[in-house]
């Protein structure tokens, strides 16, 4: 009789050795994945997501993704000028965490027009080019600019590069082109400049002040 119940005990003791210890796998299992559940721009956790962490989500603008976009959250509505050639065709841009990511603006005496880029395939006047986000932090923006021209295959390939450092931003691209460009004081919302007098191209997104 004694010994049945020292079974018992022992069994007992077995059976809550094996739930403790399933119960602590779960507890360890539930931590990490809760450090590993994605953060957004902000730093609010979906552990809705899966594994999934913040390197696998990419930035999408036109999107739910534009959560995720750190860069195009921080700098949202900020419009930069090349004020050492400020008539090229990179004169004045314009960051948004929107469908059209950045607008450029080339207002000129002869004649002034602004257009806008998106993720993805962009198609304007039969012309075809896609873009790809690379590389999306605080204050560095890398996106991939694939031409096709009017063709269906890649005709080049260009890595653009934005880069803040001290309240400027950087411009580089890998065929060579290199600006800097300061905070522009220039108003771009509809209601401050003559619209009429813009060429609106594909995607022209004025500024939201």
Known sequence: MQISVIMEKLFLLFLLSIIFSC???????????NKLAARDASGLQYGGLGNNDDTSIICNPASLGRKFCRF?????????TDSENYYSDFSDIQFLNSGYFISFFDINNDVSYCKGWRPGENIYDGIKWNIEIKRDEEDIFWFDYDYYGTSQEIEYTILY?????????????????????????????????????????????????
Not at 23 to 33: C, H, L, R, S
């Open 23 to 33: 119960f602590k796998t779960d507890i360890v299992q539930f931590e990490k994945k």
């Open 72 to 80: 195009l959250r921080k700098y949202d509505d900020t419009i930069w």
């Open 161 to 209: 590069k934005y880069e803040v450092i001290d309240s400027l931003l950087y411009f580089s691209s890998s065929d060579d082109e290199n600006f800097i460009f300061i905070p522009s004081k220039k108003n771009y919302s509809e209601d401050f400049i003559d619209t009429g007098e813009i060429i609106q191209l594909e995607g022209c997104t004025f500024s939201k002040l």
